[in-house]
């Protein structure tokens, strides 16, 4: 196919069918689960059958190949040729992968490569064994006769050899199909006409006809025994010259409409309640038609039939209450409210200095206006979890089936929205996440049953909104977690020494999954064991100002909470003065501030610290890691502590002076300070000055002795 020429075609269909595939997803999984569902697998055959449809307009015939047999597996179990089994699913799992594979190479205008014949032949064979032939959907009923083409300007009074013989086979057997045919009982057989021509029906073959349609004696054919005068001009329409066997083109016109035109037919013979029609009389017995019975032209039936148009004119502008945008440019949108977020700051500063009460006033409603529009653009570019979660039905499945375990997979909250580039950004970590549970939590169901369990393990995948933040969990009720344990793996591993591990609480033991290099597996295996994938997790998860808590019971099973904020592109911030530089912490970190004095502190282990409701925590000066000259010279006897919170532990920073909260947009560092230990990027307050974004797991990481 041409990329460059259906390239409209093709963006609609990377749509659809993006959506429908990505919806297979959890389907497939969940079939195995209902297997006799059928609206499950009706659902699930449509959508094959919709992607395929998409990709043979567009003539990519390796993705119709496949889309085809799958297609027709699923049209096997739906006519009950083969049921649901895990071993059916294993095939069918797999075409998806292959579907899946060859969308993506579409989606990157590259050719899509063929599945691999190995396994459209598996496809085939789940099938091919069965006494009944290939399925194949069910024969439509024989459609009815082929209407009129409507023809321009006078052409619409005649009619085609083609259509008076499909007439004339309904009226008498050959062929006979719905529509009028059922309407209308066969007529008894007429003499031929003369010359034997197929092409032509008799007189009384023609009364017939008329009669059964309109009634009885509304149409009188001219009768050869004797000639009759003319009716006069007000009692019926000239006949044209030529011959008294034709009808009038009113007549013609009228019946057409009623056979093919506007439906009228059905719905006469519809309101006889399925009553045949009276037979038809002699010639002789007809009377003339009148002109008040004469049918009515195709004009009359068009006034009930002009509000239609209108409403469907309505529902066609109902999808375009929906208009498709480019992310770059939501992004670009998104950029300049956070541009506009940095003015209003400035203006609300200089509102309150200026001591003048209107201008106060108009800052105000711009602070209010620019609140309300930069929480419209940031709605914008939320997406729903659900997106992620997706997902993990096929993960968590084709690890049970690895390691030989039952486990159900709960998910709750898949409606959340948050920024769409935390949904991407999530995925990787979760996926870790998720796969720990089910490999390290749940346990084989030898061991469950034994232990007064279900066989089946439940993994509870969680999403809620909590202020700015969105809260995730991963909840397991597998085996749960020894703090005991993790304190010796850590010791064996050299990751703490033995006073430190003695001296730890069973949260923080827990946190020790996290460390570079920890895992509690002595071998390693495919799934886990290298001790990377937890530690890439913290990372990842704190590079999006997120922490990540663990609480776990022996026996019981594990929650793993993840809290990261609504969106990466506008921050709130704690603003601190160090000498005479602004610095911004992240709100998120902050745990609360208070007044030291500075002559109470005690030192352990040649560190610094304070005591607050009896827990020593460390305290380090800022200004003697990001000023130059250590900030203020002289010792102060009070000054304002900073308590922080990174993961389990918590730490004090000692600043010079608090500014307050502040929202600040993140730009990020040029090319010399990129890179500097400690900055996440850097901000305009509202006073107008540059202020350094700090970054407080990487600034302990690199300044702290021992963090």
Same mark, same amino acid.
């Given at each position: 196919?041409?990329?460059?020429?259906?390239?409209?075609?093709?963006?609609?269909?990377?749509?659809?069918? !993006?959506?429908?595939?990505?919806?297979?997803?959890?389907?497939?999984?969940?079939?195995?689960?209902?297997?006799?569902?059928?609206?499950? =697998?009706?659902?699930?055959?449509?959508?094959?059958?919709?992607?395929?449809?998409? $990709?043979?307009?567009?003539?990519?015939?390796?993705?119709?190949?496949?889309?085809?047999?799958?297609?027709?597996?699923?049209?096997?179990?739906?006519?009950?040729?083969?049921?649901?089994?895990?071993?059916?699913?294993?095939?069918?799992?797999?075409?998806?992968?292959?579907?899946?594979?060859?969308?993506?190479?579409?989606?990157?205008?590259?050719?899509?490569?063929?599945?691999?014949?190995?396994?459209?032949?598996?496809?085939?064979?789940?099938?091919?064994?069965?006494?009944?032939?290939?399925?194949?959907?069910?024969?439509?009923?024989?459609?009815?006769?082929?209407?009129?083409?409507?023809?321009?300007?006078?052409?619409?009074?005649?009619?085609?050899?083609?259509?008076?013989?499909?007439?004339?086979?309904?009226?008498?057997?050959?062929?006979?199909?719905?529509?009028?045919?059922?309407?209308?009982?066969?007529?008894?057989?007429?003499?031929?006409?003369?010359?034997?021509?197929?092409?032509?029906?008799?007189?009384?073959?023609?009364?017939?006809?008329?009669?059964?349609?309109?009634?009885?004696?509304?149409?009188?054919?001219?009768?050869?025994?004797?000639?009759?005068?003319?009716?006069?001009?007000?009692?019926?329409?000239?006949?044209?010259?030529?011959?008294?066997?034709?009808?009038?083109?009113?007549?013609?016109?009228?019946?057409?409409?009623?056979?093919?035109?506007?439906?009228?037919?059905?719905?006469?013979?519809?309101?006889?309640?399925?009553?045949?029609?009276?037979?038809?009389?002699?010639?002789? $017995?007809?009377?003339? +038609?009148?002109?008040?019975?004469?049918?009515?032209?195709?004009?009359?039936?068009?006034?009930?039939?002009?509000?239609?148009?209108?409403?469907?004119?309505?529902?066609?502008?109902?999808?375009?209450?929906?208009?498709?945008?480019?992310?770059?440019?939501?992004? /670009?949108?998104?950029?300049?409210?956070?541009?506009?977020?940095?003015?209003?700051?400035?203006?609300?500063?200089?509102?309150?200095?200026?001591?003048?009460?209107?201008?106060?006033?108009?800052?105000?409603?711009?602070?209010?206006?620019?609140?309300?529009?930069?929480? /419209?653009?940031?709605?914008?570019?939320?997406?729903? &979890?659900?997106?992620?979660? !997706?997902?993990?039905?096929? %993960?968590?499945?084709? =690890?049970?089936?690895?390691?030989?375990?039952?486990?159900?997979?709960?998910?709750?909250?898949?409606?959340?929205?948050?920024?769409?580039?935390?949904?991407?950004?999530?995925?990787?970590?979760?996926?870790?996440?998720?796969?720990?549970?089910?490999?390290?939590?749940?346990?084989? +169901?030898?061991?469950?049953?034994?232990? !007064?369990?279900?066989?089946?393990?439940? %993994?509870?995948?969680?999403?809620?909104?909590?202020?700015?933040?969105?809260?995730?969990?991963?909840?397991?009720?597998?085996?749960?977690?020894?703090?005991?344990?993790?304190?010796?793996?850590?010791?064996?591993?050299?990751?703490?020494?033995?006073?430190?591990?003695?001296?730890?609480?069973?949260?923080?033991?827990?946190?020790? &999954?996290?460390?570079?290099?920890? /895992?509690?597996?002595?071998?390693?295996?495919?799934?886990?064991?290298?001790?990377?994938?937890?530690? #890439?997790?913290?990372?990842?998860?704190?590079?999006?100002?997120?922490?990540?808590?663990?609480?776990?019971?022996?026996?019981?099973?594990?929650?793993?909470?993840?809290?990261?904020?609504?969106?990466?592109?506008?921050?709130?911030?704690?603003?601190?003065?160090?000498?005479?530089?602004?610095?911004?912490?992240? =709100?998120?970190?902050?745990?609360?501030?208070?007044?030291?004095?500075?002559?109470?502190?005690?030192?352990?282990?040649?560190?610094?610290? &304070?005591?607050?409701?009896?827990?020593?925590?460390?305290?380090?000066?800022?200004?003697?890691?990001?000023?130059?000259?250590?900030?203020?010279?002289?010792?102060?006897?009070?000054?304002?502590?900073?308590?922080?919170?990174?993961?389990?532990?918590?730490?004090?920073?000692?600043?010079?002076?608090?500014? !307050?909260?502040?929202?600040? #947009?993140?730009?990020?560092?040029?090319?010399?300070?990129?890179?500097?230990?400690?900055?996440?990027?850097?901000?305009?307050?509202?006073?107008?000055?540059?202020?350094?974004?700090?970054?407080? +797991?990487?600034?302990?990481?690199?300044?702290?002795?021992?963090?």
């Amino acid at each position: 196919m041409s990329f460059e020429a259906d390239e409209e075609i093709l963006q609609d269909f990377l749509i659809e069918a !993006g959506e429908l595939l990505e919806t297979l997803n959890g389907q497939l999984v969940e079939l195995e689960q209902r297997g006799d569902d059928r609206d499950l =697998l009706n659902a699930i055959f449509r959508a094959f059958h919709t992607v395929k449809g998409g $990709a043979g307009f567009l003539q990519i015939e390796p993705l119709v190949e496949c889309c085809h047999i799958a297609e027709n597996v699923f049209d096997a179990l739906r006519n009950g040729q083969i049921s649901v089994t895990p071993e059916v699913m294993d095939v069918v799992l797999q075409a998806y992968d292959a579907v899946i594979s060859m969308f993506d190479q579409v989606r990157d205008r590259q050719q899509p490569k063929p599945a691999d014949p190995g396994l459209l032949a598996r496809l085939n064979g789940l099938i091919s064994g069965e006494a009944a032939p290939e399925p194949s959907v069910a024969a439509p009923p024989p459609p009815p006769a082929p209407e009129p083409p409507a023809a321009a300007g006078g052409a619409d009074d005649e009619i085609t050899d083609e259509e008076f013989e499909a007439l004339l086979d309904q009226l008498h057997g050959s062929g006979k199909g719905p529509g009028v045919a059922d309407a209308i009982p066969e007529s008894p057989p007429a003499p031929a006409a003369a010359g034997g021509a197929d092409d032509e029906i008799t007189d009384d073959e023609f009364e017939a006809l008329l009669d059964q349609l309109h009634g009885k004696g509304q149409f009188k054919a001219p009768q050869a025994e004797a000639p009759q005068p003319a009716p006069p001009a007000a009692a019926q329409p000239a006949a044209p010259a030529g011959g008294g066997d034709e009808i009038t083109d009113d007549e013609f016109e009228a019946l057409l409409d009623q056979l093919h035109g506007k439906g009228q037919f059905k719905g006469t013979a519809a309101a006889g309640g399925g009553q045949a029609p009276p037979p038809p009389a002699s010639p002789a $017995a007809r009377s003339a +038609p009148g002109p008040e019975r004469r049918p009515e032209p195709p004009a009359a039936p068009e006034k009930p039939a002009e509000k239609p148009p209108e409403k469907a004119a309505v529902k066609a502008l109902e999808p375009e209450a929906t208009v498709r945008v480019d992310t770059r440019r939501l992004d /670009s949108i998104m950029n300049m409210v956070g541009e506009l977020v940095l003015v209003r700051n400035r203006l609300v500063r200089l509102g309150y200095d200026s001591g003048n009460e209107d201008i106060a006033k108009a800052v105000a409603n711009l602070d209010v206006v620019t609140a309300d529009l930069q929480m /419209s653009v940031m709605k914008t570019r939320m997406q729903p &979890i659900k997106k992620v979660f !997706g997902r993990f039905p096929r %993960v968590v499945r084709d =690890l049970a089936r690895t390691l030989n375990k039952e486990i159900n997979l709960e998910m709750v909250g898949e409606e959340t929205d948050l920024d769409k580039n935390l949904v991407e950004a999530l995925a990787d970590p979760l996926v870790h996440l998720v796969r720990n549970s089910v490999d390290h939590g749940i346990e084989m +169901p030898a061991v469950r049953q034994a232990a !007064g369990k279900p066989r089946a393990g439940r %993994v509870v995948l969680a999403a809620q909104q909590e202020g700015d933040h969105i809260l995730l969990s991963i909840t397991d009720d597998g085996g749960g977690m020894d703090p005991d344990l993790l304190r010796e793996k850590a010791v064996a591993k050299g990751v703490i020494d033995r006073d430190v591990a003695s001296r730890m609480t069973p949260r923080e033991c827990f946190n020790l &999954i996290f460390a570079p290099g920890f /895992s509690t597996r002595d071998q390693i295996s495919d799934v886990s064991g290298r001790g990377v994938g937890m530690d #890439v997790v913290k990372t990842k998860i704190t590079q999006l100002n997120g922490t990540l808590e663990i609480d776990s019971e022996k026996g019981k099973g594990t929650v793993i909470s993840i809290k990261v904020p609504l969106t990466l592109a506008i921050m709130p911030t704690l603003m601190v003065i160090l000498g005479k530089q602004t610095f911004a912490l992240p =709100l998120v970190n902050v745990n609360e501030i208070f007044n030291l004095d500075l002559t109470r502190t005690n030192v352990v282990d040649g560190q610094e610290v &304070i005591v607050i409701r009896n827990k020593p925590i460390p305290l380090f000066y800022l200004s003697r890691w990001l000023v130059r000259g250590g900030g203020l010279t002289e010792p102060q006897p009070e000054t304002n502590v900073v308590i922080v919170a990174v993961g389990e532990k918590k730490v004090g920073f000692v600043v010079d002076h608090l500014i !307050g909260q502040e929202e600040v #947009v993140i730009k990020p560092l040029g090319a010399l300070l990129h890179g500097t230990p400690g900055m996440a990027g850097a901000t305009i307050t509202g006073d107008g000055r540059i202020a350094l974004i700090l970054d407080v +797991p990487a600034m302990l990481k690199h300044y702290a002795r021992r963090f």
